[in-house]
């Protein structure tokens, strides 16, 4: 199992970037994924999630309505959509996997119950 993310990079206030993690040894579609940050001196949050299979989405307060998290099943990547990006966005972002089913990936807010992630990808505002 690996997971691969790219697209961080610096951007002004108010701008966007995609991010994708790339998964291999598994499908991404069957499988509880999640975005997470990571500033520096601070835990790991959890930013977004997407239930495997029918796909039902949620989003921290924090970005809610800024953010989009998806997932392309022909090409077993996640996604996530960062706009209207904000100083207190950057960070460190990851991308986490497990085999939560159904209302449990929404409910498990805790990184530590999470066994697969990618290397990180670092976003910073300013």
């Known amino acids: 199992v690996q997971l691969v993310e790219s697209g961080g990079g610096s951007v002004q206030a108010g701008g966007s970037l995609r991010l994708s993690c790339t998964a291999s040894?598994?499908?991404?579609?069957?499988?509880?994924m999640g975005w997470f940050r990571q500033a520096p001196g601070t835990t790991r949050e959890r930013v977004a999630v997407i239930v495997a299979g029918g796909g039902s989405t949620y989003y921290a307060d924090s970005v809610k309505g800024r953010f989009t998290i998806s997932r392309e099943n022909a090409k077993n990547t996640l996604y996530l959509q960062l706009d209207s990006l904000q100083d207190e966005d950057t960070a460190m972002y990851y991308c986490?996997?497990?085999?939560?089913?159904?209302?449990?990936?929404?409910?498990?807010?805790?990184?530590?119950?999470?066994?697969?992630w990618g290397q990180g990808t670092q976003v910073t505002v300013s």
């Open positions: 040894g598994f499908f991404a579609s069957s499988t509880c």
């Open positions: 986490g996997a497990e085999g939560f089913i159904g209302s449990m990936c929404v409910a498990t807010m805790n990184p530590d119950e999470y066994t697969y």
